[in-house]
């Protein structure tokens, strides 16, 4: 297959990488100089883990990866596009408020698929990348794809429009839509590790997805060619009490166990801004059992398999002095 990966960044770059090794050709896209380069670095890597064995050997060589500098929130810089057969939208708005989102996920998602809807040629499917956001709160319930969504922040009504333009407005350009929504993403360089052994850590549940399943997820989606028109929730097997984290943490690192607090004594703080409380009586369990039956076997099923290259740097640059 031939791929586009719009927004090339912490999941897409990952993404890249599977697929190269897997033999389809891949262009990342990006904005920045920064971003570009670390697109260019994906094809030595891709070879590195083929030869490593670390991905699973599909017979193909190694795909293309190639890099193109363009802007979604800029429709004249789109036609650098290549032609694909997939598309998929990961672009990030950075972190910033709600009007930032709505021009990258919403207009900068529409500017996408026009630009491939009006070629000769469009792609036969687009992914969006989404979060377990827009379900709101459940009281600590499980959710999946049959649960109606519930945003409940101006952020996640964003991603929640977003969704319907990538399922609907992409199908009526003859592009089949999937929505992926992704738990919390950790992984290198986004461990939470001090966050949780130092503390206090505020009572709630914990859904969480490793970056390399992430985006596994969303190559077996495509080369299995499944899911299409679909949601599918990306999360690994078991949410966890932050509690039960925070202590299995310090555990392995071992250290003290931190301080815990319940969600009404870290509000009482005062401190909080009005989404930020709003979050923090957010409560819900995410369930992988569509993605699981559409045959994806996770390589981190659980936080313990996935904190482990974490557990193993801490302990050794602190472990001899706070063991």
Known sequence: MRIVVIGCGYVGLELAEQLAVRGHDVTGVRRSDGGI?????????????????????????????????????????????????????????????????????????????????????????????SSTGVYGDHGGGWVNEETPIDPTTEKTRVLATAEEVALSEAADHGIDGTVTRFAGLYGPDRYRLRRYIDGPVTAGYLNMVHREDAAGAIRHLLETDQARGDPIVVVDDEPVDKHVFADWLADECGVTRPEKRSKDERIADGDLSAAARRRIRTSKRCSNDRLRALGYEFGYPTYREGYREAITGFRADHGAEEA
């Open 37 to 129: 380069e670390a697109i260019e670095a994906v094809t030595e890597a891709a070879k590195r883990r083929g030869s490593d064995g670390s991905v699973d050997d599909t017979g193909s060589s190694v795909g293309d990866v190639d890099a193109v500098r363009a802007d979604v929130t800029e429709p004249e810089t789109l036609p650098a596009l290549p032609d694909a057969d997939a598309v998929v939208f990961a672009a990030s708005s950075g972190g910033r408020g709600a009007d930032t989102a709505r021009a990258v996920y919403v207009k900068g998602l529409r500017n996408v698929i026009r630009e491939y809807g009006s070629r000769a040629a469009p792609p036969d499917r687009l992914v969006y990348t």
